[in-house]
């Protein structure tokens, strides 16, 4: 079957894979897993070395399991995901979390900006409210923004996020060299770089009395995405 918006899996020249990196997401990953099967043909997931049962909860809810024995980190899990997706027959490719962080009810918005704009790239999109999201994530994420946009030279409203559509035949193009958090910018910058384009699809955020549920530490990681970021636009990694 065929993804399209609004869990309608009929449009036929989008044909979607979800990649899902986890890392110790038993908690989450069978909602995660089934609220993305209703808007993709195949949800693959990367289990990132988990000591948990996040592979098996995966694979009995629907799930392509890829599995790694030892933690490598975000970047080498969602790699190891591209390197799988791109040797099959998907028109896109959609990131989105194992946390539960990203909403998978928001998967159509990002399906039908793709349609809307025809977007080489679409970005989910949080709303950045100061009194609704930790102080220090709103910081961290209003920076990385700021300095997304001047290194593209163009609109980026949140460069932090990680749940995106991606056309893969653009993608396959791209080399790709990131193992932590800042592959989402290298995966920005250097299709920006080749003349893709990108647009926004708002999403919702999702938090734990008062704290966002991502693994990343907002000060330390922004700086290196930031450094790397640098490396990636002007040293051509």
Request: hydrophobic share 40%.
């Amino acid at each position: 079957m065929i993804a399209g918006a609004e869990g309608n899996r009929d449009v036929p020249e989008m044909k979607i894979c979800a990649l899902i990196p986890a890392f110790n997401e038993a908690r989450h990953i069978a909602a995660v897993v089934h609220g993305a099967r209703k808007h993709v043909r195949e949800v693959v997931l990367v289990d990132d070395g988990s000591s948990d049962s996040t592979a098996d909860i995966a694979a009995a809810a629907g799930a392509v399991c890829l599995r790694s024995n030892q933690n490598h980190g975000k970047a080498t899990a969602l790699r190891t995901g591209i390197s799988h997706v791109c040797e099959r027959q998907f028109t896109h490719v959609l990131f989105l979390d194992g946390d539960g962080q990203h909403c998978p009810e928001d998967i159509p918005s990002l399906i039908r900006v793709a349609l809307e704009t025809n977007a080489d790239l679409v970005i989910g999109t949080r709303s950045f409210d100061i009194e609704r999201m930790p102080r220090i994530r709103y910081y961290s994420n209003t920076l990385g923004s700021k300095i997304a946009s001047w290194l593209v030279s163009r609109e980026i409203r949140d460069s932090q996020c990680g749940f995106r559509l991606v056309r893969l035949d653009k993608l396959r193009q791209v080399r790709l060299r990131a193992k932590k958090y800042e592959l989402e910018m290298e995966v920005l910058i250097k299709m920006s770089l080749t003349g893709c384009s990108t647009a926004h699809a708002p999403v919702r955020a999702v938090y734990e009395d008062g704290k966002a549920r991502s693994k990343m530490r907002p000060v330390r990681d922004t700086v290196r995405i930031c450094l790397w970021s640098l490396l990636f636009r002007f040293g051509r990694l």
